[in-house]
C-alpha cells in the first residue's frame, strides 16, 4: 500500500511542474521556473523545521549536543536521502530484489530487516546485496496495515523469522529501523520469543516516544507519541533481562526521533552516532558496517 501511495506522491510531484513548466514556458520562462523552485524550497523547509524543533528538544536531553555544522550537514543529507528512499527506493524498487533464503545453508547466521513508519522493505535495498554477498539468509518484511495498530504486525515478524530460522538453523538477528523497533519489541512480548532471536539491532527507534508522534492521527503515530501509553505498557511488560538482547543506535541530529535519548533503552548496548539524521541512519556507512559486524561468529 505505502508503495503505491508513494507511486502517486511521486509521479504528482515529477509530472505536475513539468505540465506547469511546459505550459507557461513560452508566455513566461521566470514563471514557469517559479513553481518548480518553490516546490523545492518548500521541501526544503519543511525539513528544516523537523532539524530546528529537534535542536531545540535536544536542549535538556543528556545526548551530546549537536553541533551547528552537524545540523546543516544532516539536513543536507537527509535531503538527498530521503528523495532517494521516498521517491525511488520504496515506490518503484521495493520488490526488485527478493528474500534470499538458500536451499543449501551457508553456515552464517540469517538476518530480518523491519522498516519503520511510511515505508516498505525497499528501505533495505542498499543492505541487501551486502548482506548476501557475505553469505547472510535474510527477509525484509513489509509491516501493514500502513496506518494500524502496532500491536498487529508481530504475525509478520514471527513469519520472517521462522523462515529465516528454518533456512539457517540458528536464531537471527534482526535490524530495525525507526517503528520497527517498537513492532520487533511488540513482537518479543505477543510471542515471549527471546530464546528464538540471536539479537536485535535497533537504529532511530523511538523506544520512549518521539515529540512528533503528538502530531501524528495514525494509529501507530499516536502510539508513538513521547512518553504515551502504548509505549509505557510495552517497557511495564518486558522482563528486566530482555533489554540485554538490544542495541540501540540513536543520534543527536534525528529529526523524527527526538529528544535524542528517547532512542535508547535502559538496559540496552546504547550507541551514539552523531550528526546522522534519521532515515539517513538506515543507510549510514559506519552504522551499516557495525550492523554486519555484528553478524560475525562470536559477535553479539
Not at 3 to 15: D, E, G, M
Not at 159 to 183: F, K, W
Request: aromatic letters at 10%; a positive charge; charged letters at 15%.
Amino acid at each position: 500500500m505505502i508503495a503505491r501511495i508513494q507511486i502517486v506522491w511521486t509521479l504528482a510531484l515529477v509530472l505536475g511542474p513539468l505540465a506547469w513548466l511546459l505550459a507557461v514556458w513560452p508566455q513566461s520562462p521566470g514563471w514557469a521556473l517559479a513553481v518548480p523552485l518553490l516546490g523545492c524550497w518548500l521541501f526544503a523547509l519543511v525539513m528544516g523545521l523537523q532539524f530546528v524543533l529537534m535542536r531545540a528538544a535536544n536542549r535538556s536531553d543528556p545526548a551530546p549536543r549537536a553541533r551547528a555544522a552537524q545540523v546543516w550537514r544532516a539536513w543536507w543529507g537527509e535531503m538527498g536521502v530521503a528523495l532517494a528512499v521516498f521517491c525511488w527506493r520504496q515506490p518503484f524498487r521495493s520488490r526488485s530484489v527478493p528474500d534470499w533464503l538458500p536451499a543449501t545453508p551457508t553456515a552464517r547466521r540469517g538476518v530480518v530487516l523491519v522498516h519503520g513508519f511510511l515505508c516498505n522493505r525497499g528501505l533495505w535495498l542498499p543492505w541487501m546485496p551486502l548482506l548476501r554477498a557475505r553469505g547472510h539468509a535474510w527477509v525484509a518484511v513489509n509491516l501493514e496495515p500502513v496506518f494500524g495498530s502496532i500491536d498487529e504486525y508481530p504475525p509478520l515478524i514471527e513469519d520472517a523469522v521462522r523462515r529465516v530460522t528454518e533456512a539457517t538453523g540458528m536464531p537471527p538477528v534482526i535490524v530495525a529501523h525507526s517503528m520497527g523497533g517498537l513492532a520487533t519489541r511488540a513482537w518479543l512480548r505477543a510471542y515471549q520469543a527471546d530464546a528464538r532471536v540471536h539479537h536485535v539491532i535497533t537504529l532511530g527507534t523511538p523506544h520512549g516516544g518521539t515529540w512528533l508522534g503528538r502530531f501524528s492521527q495514525a494509529t501507530n503515530g499516536q502510539q508513538m507519541r513521547l512518553g504515551g501509553d502504548w509505549v509505557r505498557q510495552l517497557q511495564a511488560a518486558e522482563p528486566p533481562a530482555r533489554a540485554g538482547l538490544l542495541t540501540c543506535w540513536y543520534s543527536n541530529c534525528d529529526n523524527i526521533v527526538f529528544p535524542a535519548s528517547t532512542a535508547a533503552l535502559a538496559g540496552a548496548d546504547n550507541r551514539l552516532v552523531e550528526g546522522v539524521a534519521h532515515v539517513q541512519m538506515a543507510c549510514d556507512p559506519g552504522v551499516m558496517r557495525a550492523c554486519l559486524a555484528a553478524l560475525e561468529p562470536g559477535q553479539s
